[in-house]
């Protein structure tokens, strides 16, 4: 993996493609524009960048079928940029094969923080053990430690808090999240999954990292501040 | 629906046959009295029954079948020896007066049998004819008036009525019509029965009515207007009442198409209305959004890019809630239900805040305790942090915002109170109302976060209420009606 990453930045408002481009710059991203989403696929297949900020509002296609053409070569990490509010275009997105998202108009430090987490997730080889802060989940012994204390977790809780664990800093949704524990049939298990999330929480507690909620979207587990 | 037309008078055509047969019968008699000499009593046997015959396939049963007696006996009286008695002397002669007899009445019967049912055959046509004429017409017409026109116009035309008058009914009562039979109309709309003229029910009235559509979905009365010396019979009125039925498809086709072009239009027009709100947020967002990203970029700590955060973030909250309202006010706002855990609702309706909120520490009650709940869990967190941004608002920085969750059985109640200064006497509706600043407040408010707030909480089935705490502050109240999990 080289040490410049290049960032693909697909957004039809110049403004906001120079701004990216500065921020990305000053944190040592290497970074390729595009206005339109046909254009935002070539360059991705010439210059097979290392992730993509995807706005849904394209000119020439709508953002989720610029999505789908990437997602048929490429497993590229995409962060969709949405202005809208609603969570069906983004958990459509995220289902489609969107890693994560940010809305319009968002901070940098949450911007910066979802890139890495997206990054990192695709990068990291898969290993048996998870660290996020203070908490360490151990796939192999089926084990879980927060501040070196082993956790009490039933094998659902546990399975949750892995799936999470493996994509920290990342959204994961509801139905992600239950075809990853469940399987793909328990399609409808969303209170079972809220039950056991509201358990998890109350065993993670205040020292360790917050699942947070995006309501209607799904979960991700962060590091506190 | 059935038509019980009354019985109509004798008609003048059967007493002209029945005069008629006589005639004949003592035309023949002079004739054959005449010829007898020459030609035999039998002779006269026959020529009775080609008569008959002939007349079955004109006259109607009655005439033709008395003709045949009187035949008979006229035979037997004047021509059977002995004559001029109704006595028969030769054995043979009586056999022969009973096989006429019988082949006379069976000849009539048959023929004018055979007679009624062409009559029969030539009038169903004629009704089939009709109700493919009216039907037809309704389909080829230009527009949608035009063919019911159409088809009034054949009607009127068909039945050889004066006048046809169509009145349509609109959710199940008769609009207004100048026609005189009005208590005749509403009956028969309600009763689903012909009335008026020629029928069992207000044999008096102008006209005759008929009702159209169903007993589900009725669609109206047509009433004919006779001229004064019409005769309807039977036969008339239940090709009307096919024709009656006919035009019930064609009106409530009319009406089925009408019914479509509007949701299509209301649909085109929901959607338009869509796009817009999409168009003007991403047109006011965007340019926000570049502001708050380069003013991170600036980094600044100083002074200047202090002030123009705080705007920046206040301009978002407007915009953000002035197209909350109006995806309320044009009606595209629906609730969306699913099971929510209140802790989830209470932080992200905290976190859009989280800087206000740094002055005024929120004290949380209950909230974490209550099983999942069954409400639209975005809209609710949205009112939520709007009623906590007006707490953040009027309360002294330091004091706290308590927020108390608790449940009742089927409903949720959520308090948030502040100790602030409270609301002003008589004020606890109005300040619902858009734009509402209560005398000598703080800026910094969007004007209608409270009134986004209430919508939100209505569109849900509950209500936003709130008044003055007896101990001071302000207080709100959310009360959602909503399932808990079993679990």
Redesign the interface.
Same mark, same amino acid.
């Given at each position: 993996m080289s040490t410049t990453q290049r960032i693909l930045i697909v957004d039809d408002?110049v403004? %906001?493609r120079r +701004? +990216?481009r %500065?921020?990305l710059e =000053?944190r040592g991203f290497t970074v390729c524009e595009a206005e339109q989403g046909q254009q935002g696929l070539q360059e991705a297949a010439f210059h097979r960048p290392d992730a993509v900020l995807l706005d849904l =509002?394209l000119p020439d296609m709508d953002g989720l079928t610029a999505l789908k053409h990437l997602r048929e070569w490429s497993d590229v990490p995409v962060l969709i940029l949405s &202005? *809208? @509010?609603q969570?069906a275009v983004k958990v459509e997105a995220l289902e489609n094969g969107a890693d994560d998202f940010v809305t319009?108009?968002?901070?940098?430090?949450e911007l910066l923080a979802r890139l890495h987490a997206i990054l990192r997730r695709r990068y990291s080889q898969q290993s048996p053990v998870y660290s996020v802060g203070t908490l360490r989940v151990d796939v192999l012994h089926h084990e879980a430690t927060l501040e070196g204390t082993s956790l009490k977790l039933t094998p659902t809780e546990f399975a949750v808090l892995k799936v999470l664990s493996q994509n920290a800093g990342r959204i994961v949704t509801q139905n992600q999240l239950i075809r990853q524990v469940w399987g793909a049939q328990q399609a409808s298990q969303?209170?079972g999954l *809220? &039950?056991h999330? @509201?358990h998890l *929480?109350k065993k993670l507690g205040e020292t360790g990292p917050r699942i947070? @909620?995006e309501?209607?979207i799904g979960y991700r587990l962060v590091e506190p501040q | 629906m059935s038509t019980k037309p009354q019985r109509p008078p004798v008609s003048v055509s059967r007493i002209l046959q029945y005069s008629l047969a006589l005639c004949v019968v003592f035309v023949l008699a002079s004739v054959c009295w005449g010829l007898l000499p020459f030609t035999g009593y039998l002779f006269s046997a026959l020529v009775f029954l080609v008569a008959i015959v002939l007349a079955g396939l004109r006259w109607s049963r009655g005439p033709v079948l008395m003709m045949a007696v009187l035949c008979a006996l006229v035979w037997n009286f004047l021509f059977i020896p002995p004559q001029f008695t109704l006595h028969i002397e030769k054995p043979q002669d009586v056999v022969m007066f009973a096989l006429f007899f019988l082949a006379a009445l069976s000849m009539g019967h048959l023929t004018s049998r055979l007679h009624e049912r062409e009559q029969n055959e030539a009038r169903q046509q004629r009704q089939t004819d009709a109700l493919l004429r009216v039907a037809q017409c309704s389909v080829q017409a230009p527009g949608a008036s035009a063919g019911l026109d159409e088809s009034l116009r054949v009607i009127r035309q068909i039945t050889n009525a004066e006048r046809v008058s169509l009145v349509l009914s609109e959710d199940g009562a008769l609009s207004s019509s100048p026609d005189q039979d009005r208590p005749v109309m509403e009956w028969c709309h309600t009763h689903r029965t012909a009335a008026g003229r020629f029928t069992e029910q207000f044999p008096h009235a102008h006209a005759t009515w008929f009702p159209l559509g169903t007993e589900q979905r009725p669609l109206g009365v047509i009433g004919f207007h006779w001229s004064r010396d019409a005769v309807v019979d039977r036969h008339a009125l239940q090709l009307i009442e096919s024709l009656a039925l006919q035009l019930s498809l064609v009106i409530g086709k009319e009406k089925l198409i009408a019914a479509a072009r509007r949701a299509d239009l209301l649909a085109e027009s929901e959607r338009l209305q869509r796009a817009l709100l999409d168009s003007v947020s991403h047109e006011l967002k965007t340019p926000i959004a570049v502001i708050r990203t380069a003013l991170d970029g600036l980094g600044g700590s100083d002074p200047w890019s202090s002030e123009i955060r705080t705007a920046v973030m206040r301009l978002q909250r407007i915009v953000e809630s002035f197209l909350e309202m109006t995806r309320m006010e044009s009606g595209v706002l629906t609730a969306q239900k699913d099971w929510c855990d209140l802790s989830d609702v209470v932080q992200a309706a905290q976190e859009p805040i989280i800087e206000e909120l740094k002055q005024h520490p929120v004290r949380l009650e209950g909230a974490g305790d209550l099983p999942l709940l069954r409400l639209d869990g975005r809209l609710l967190a949205q009112a939520l942090s709007n009623v906590l941004h007006n707490a953040t608002i009027y309360a002294p920085p330091g004091a706290p915002i308590e927020l108390s969750a608790r449940m009742n059985p089927g409903a949720l109640i959520i308090r948030v109170r502040d100790h602030g200064p409270g609301l002003p006497p008589g004020e606890e509706e109005r300040v619902f109302d858009k734009f509402y600043r209560a005398p000598a407040a703080p800026a910094g408010g969007t004007g209608v976060g409270l009134a986004i707030a209430r919508g939100f909480v209505r569109a849900q089935g509950g209500d936003l209420t709130a008044r003055t705490h007896p101990d001071g502050g302000a207080e709100f109240t959310f009360t959602l009606p909503a399932e808990t999990h079993p679990v």
């Open positions: 408002e403004q %906001m +701004l +990216l %500065m921020v =000053g =509002g &202005v *809208r @509010n969570e319009k108009p968002f901070g940098t430090a969303t209170e *809220r &039950v999330i @509201n *929480r947070v @909620n309501p209607g | -």
